[in-house]
Structure formats: C-alpha cells, structure tokens
C-alpha cells in the first residue's frame, strides 16, 4: 500500500482526508513544515500533499526544502489550498508540482487526481529506469555508469573495459540469437562477480565497463579481473559448447582513478589503450594502463597466476585444448585426473586446496629453485598417502586432500604453511592458500 504524507495546520483537514484515503492509502499527517521535515527523515512517502498557507513555513518554501534534499527530490508533491488565486497555482506548477486540490475536499476527486498523479509518477519513473538500462542486458548505460562514477564515494578505483575475443565469430556463424545469448551470460557473470550491476554497463555490442570503487589493492584488483575472465570463459563455453568448435575468450584493459585520472572520458581512454594492448599482444588477459611499458615476458607474468575459482572452473571442463593465461596445462591435466578419482569414491569428503607464494617475483625463478623445492617439500611431508600435488603455476601449488573435511583440511594446509616458514630465511617471503571443498561428481 502506498504512503501518503498530508501537511496541514488545519486538523479537520487532515482528519477528513485520512478518512477519506484510508481504505485506499497509509495516510501519515505532520501540521507543520517543519514537523514534516523531520517525519520525512524517519520515512519516504510516495506523495506528498502539501498545504500553500501555513504559518512559519509556507508550503512554498517546504517545497523549495524537498527539491534541495536528492532524497526527497523526486517525491511527486500536489499543493492545497483554499483559495482561487490563478497565480498561485502556476506558480507551484511552475516549481515542479504534479498537481493543485482546492479545499474543501471533494473525495472522489481528490482520490481520482492522486490516483492520476500517483500512476504518471510510476510511468516515468519506469521509462527513467529503462532509459538508464541496457535492453539487452539490463545492464546500465554509459551514461549511468558515467553518474556513478562521479559521486563521493566514487573518488577512488579501477576503471575496466572489457572485450570478448572472437565474438564476431559467434554471430557469424551461429546468428545473433546466439550472440545475444552469450551478452546476457556475461552480464550476469560480471553483475555476480562484482556484486551490483550499478557498477557495469554495456558500452556497445561486445564490449562492457565496470568500475570497482575504492582504495584497493592491486593485487585485490588482479584477483578480481582474473575471476571475471575465468568465470566468463567457463559459463560461456558452456553456453556454446553444443555450437562451437572455437573458444571465446576475455581481454580487459584496466586505468586508475585518480592517479591515472579523473575523469569518466581520460579514465576510458586509457582502459582502451591498455585493452588494444591486449588485443594486439595474442588477446586473452589483462593490462594496466600505467605498466604499458612492460614487455612481453612480463604482460605473460602477470596473466600467469590464477586463483582457486579458476582452478575449479578449468578442472571441470573435460574437452579443452589449452590452458588458462599460459599456465602449464599438462599440470591441469592431472589435477583433472586426480579429482575425476577423487569423486569417484562415493561418501568422501575432498578439499582442494590452492597455494601461492608471495612476497619474491617467481617469474625470475626457474621450476628447480630453492623456494618451490621447499614449498615442494613441506607439501610432501604434511600429505598423507593417497593425498595429491602438482605445480600449477609460476609460485603455485594445487593439493588434493583426500577423506578430509574442512576442518582437517585446514589444519594440513596451516601444517605445510608452518612448514615452509620454517624453512625460509626470508621472512619477506611468506604463503597463502585457498580452500574450497569438492562438490559433486566429475566423472571419467
């Protein structure tokens, strides 16, 4: 039911109305500006009825209140008054009224234009909301997005645009039902990643932009683009997988607000020049625009390290033909083999656990240097027989842990974190890890 606020000194007034719109309306009454000022702090109404003559505070100058508060802004308000003053009623309709009532009430009329007034408000507020959404995907506008990122809390934070590599091939080859398809997935996965689709928008055909506000880190903020890249490849090679014989993959180009700049345009410029970066250095990863000088082993370094949501996702697909951002796919090979065996035994609790070492550039490193054959060795002496490892990645180790909950799982993955402490004279160096349980049944 919806809210009425009346405002009037007059409390015949008041009670007759309420009366009156009672079966029809919660009906809330203030005899005052200043009272309904302060109600309005507690409450929102969806309207607002308005009395012109008032004492202290004409309904004028409440109205002038309401339009310099954005909370109250857009509340629809229908001036009263008793009076046959012309002059007055253009004024309030030219302030922004939806409507005047003369008093004494009449209620079927009263009811009948606040009706009116009440279903014209919806209209526009729903044209409003569809002006500002993506058809296609429900996702914002640029042009929304672009408002987003000009308030307060907006000040700081990475601008991403981002790109399906070989989408054309989608829409040529299986129509534009498809590639609609695949646009709608995506802005769900990007929505679900991010956690508000105020957020992301659509710029235009395959390209999208999200704007992750606040000081973060750059590590946070890898973490999160390589979760969006991950979970958009797997969902849709699921989606396309009965049609297509060719991947779609994602590339991202990322710019700093503010230390790269500030404004909404700059911002966008350099994610695009950072995203052709990607584009013409083999697609399929991410760039910053402030590394653009960063050559082409180090662009590889960077996309090289995964998180455990795209370890799982890569595990569970059983027909692909390459790894994710480079990493060695034979590693992943196995690990499939070892969960497919895993699940095979019924009634069994497995973690997968995802270790990572920190604080040294393990691109520098070979396979055989010293920290991954301790990390190697604390694995090796906290697993029990019939637990698994492999290398995965520059610095990283997936563990299988067998017949174990989450508590024992924990309790093995802080064994080998101590281990490895102990073991390293760098206390710069340190390793972290992500577990999750394995759910379900891969099968062979």
């Given at each position: 039911?919806?809210?009425?606020?009346?405002?009037?000194?007059?409390?015949?007034?008041?009670?007759?109305?309420?009366?009156?719109?009672?079966?029809?309306?919660?009906?809330?009454?203030?005899?005052?500006?200043?009272?309904?000022?302060?109600?309005?702090?507690?409450?929102?109404?969806?309207?607002?009825?308005?009395?012109?003559n008032?004492?202290?505070?004409?309904?004028?100058?409440?109205?002038?209140?309401?339009?310099?508060?954005?909370?109250?802004?857009?509340?629809?308000?229908?001036?009263?008054?008793a009076?046959?003053?012309?002059?007055?009623?253009?004024?309030?309709?030219?302030?922004?009224?939806?409507?005047?009532?003369?008093?004494p009430?009449?209620?079927?009329?009263?009811?009948?234009?606040?009706?009116?007034?009440l279903?014209?408000?919806?209209?526009?507020?729903?044209l409003?909301?569809?002006?500002?959404?993506?058809?296609?995907?429900?996702?914002?506008?640029?042009?929304?997005?672009?408002?987003?990122?000009?308030?307060p809390?907006?000040e700081?934070?990475?601008?991403?645009?981002l790109?399906?590599?070989?989408f054309?091939?989608?829409?040529?080859?299986?129509?534009?039902?498809?590639?609609?398809?695949?646009l709608?997935?995506?802005?769900?996965?990007f929505?679900?990643?991010?956690?508000?689709r105020?957020?992301?928008?659509?710029?235009?055909g395959?390209?999208?932009?999200?704007?992750?506000?606040?000081?973060?880190?750059?590590?946070?903020?890898?973490?999160?683009?390589?979760?969006?890249?991950?979970?958009?490849?797997?969902?849709i090679?699921?989606?396309?997988?009965?049609?297509?014989?060719?991947?779609?993959s994602?590339?991202?180009?990322?710019?700093?607000?503010p230390?790269?700049a500030k404004e909404?345009?700059?911002?966008?410029?350099?994610?695009?020049?950072?995203?052709?970066?990607?584009?013409?250095?083999?697609k399929?990863?991410?760039?910053?625009?402030?590394?653009?000088?960063?050559?082409?082993?180090?662009?590889d370094?960077?996309?090289?390290?995964?998180?455990?949501?795209?370890?799982?996702?890569?595990?569970?697909?059983?027909?692909?033909d390459?790894?994710?951002?480079?990493?060695?796919?034979?590693?992943?090979?196995?690990?499939?083999?070892?969960?497919?065996?895993?699940m095979?035994?019924?009634n069994?609790?497995?973690?997968?656990?995802l270790?990572?070492?920190?604080?040294?550039?393990?691109?520098?490193?070979?396979?055989?240097?010293?920290?991954?054959n301790?990390?190697?060795?604390?694995?090796?002496?906290s697993l029990?027989?019939?637990?698994?490892?492999?290398?995965?990645?520059?610095?990283?180790?997936?563990?299988?842990?067998?017949?174990?909950n989450e508590?024992n799982g924990?309790?093995?993955?802080?064994?080998?974190?101590?281990?490895?402490?102990?073991?390293?004279?760098?206390?710069?160096?340190t390793l972290?890890?992500?577990?999750?349980?394995?759910?379900?049944?891969?099968?062979?």
């Amino acid at each position: 039911m919806k809210r009425i606020l009346m405002v009037d000194d007059v409390a015949t007034n008041l009670i007759c109305a309420a009366e009156v719109l009672r079966e029809d309306y919660e009906v809330s009454t203030a005899k005052s500006g200043r009272q309904a000022l302060l109600m309005l702090n507690e409450m929102t109404p969806d309207l607002i009825m308005l009395d012109i003559n008032m004492p202290q505070m004409d309904g004028y100058e409440v109205f002038d209140k309401l339009q310099a508060n954005p909370e109250w802004a857009n509340i629809p308000v229908i001036f009263l008054t008793a009076e046959s003053d012309m002059a007055k009623e253009v004024k309030g309709l030219s302030m922004g009224a939806m409507d005047f009532i003369r008093k004494p009430f009449d209620p079927e009329v009263m009811k009948t234009r606040i009706d009116k007034v009440l279903s014209l408000y919806d209209q526009r507020m729903e044209l409003e909301g569809a002006a500002k959404r993506d058809s296609l995907t429900n996702l914002s506008t640029r042009k929304t997005l672009e408002e987003n990122m000009s308030k307060p809390e907006c000040e700081n934070g990475y601008f991403l645009i981002l790109d399906l590599d070989n989408f054309k091939k989608v829409n040529d080859s299986y129509g534009h039902i498809v590639g609609d398809a695949v646009l709608v997935k995506l802005a769900g996965v990007f929505e679900e990643v991010v956690g508000t689709r105020d957020r992301v928008c659509r710029l235009g055909g395959d390209e999208f932009a999200i704007f992750l506000p606040g000081e973060m880190d750059r590590e946070e903020v890898k973490n999160t683009v390589r979760r969006l890249i991950a979970t958009s490849e797997f969902e849709i090679g699921n989606l396309i997988a009965d049609y297509s014989d060719f991947k779609v993959s994602v590339s991202v180009g990322i710019s700093c607000k503010p230390s790269d700049a500030k404004e909404f345009q700059d911002l966008y410029g350099m994610a695009d020049k950072a995203l052709y970066y990607v584009k013409q250095n083999g697609k399929r990863g991410y760039h910053f625009f402030d590394t653009m000088a960063m050559n082409r082993d180090e662009i590889d370094a960077e996309n090289n390290m995964i998180d455990l949501l795209q370890l799982q996702r890569l595990i569970s697909e059983t027909d692909t033909d390459g790894g994710a951002y480079n990493v060695e796919y034979e590693g992943f090979k196995r690990i499939y083999r070892f969960v497919s065996r895993c699940m095979d035994r019924k009634n069994q609790d497995v973690q997968i656990v995802l270790f990572t070492i920190q604080g040294v550039d393990m691109n520098s490193y070979d396979y055989d240097n010293d920290i991954i054959n301790t990390l190697s060795l604390a694995i090796k002496n906290s697993l029990r027989r019939g637990d698994v490892a492999t290398i995965c990645g520059k610095g990283q180790y997936v563990v299988i842990l067998m017949d174990a909950n989450e508590e024992n799982g924990i309790k093995v993955a802080d064994r080998i974190v101590e281990h490895f402490r102990d073991a390293i004279d760098n206390k710069d160096i340190t390793l972290v890890y992500e577990m999750k349980s394995v759910e379900g049944s891969t099968g062979n």
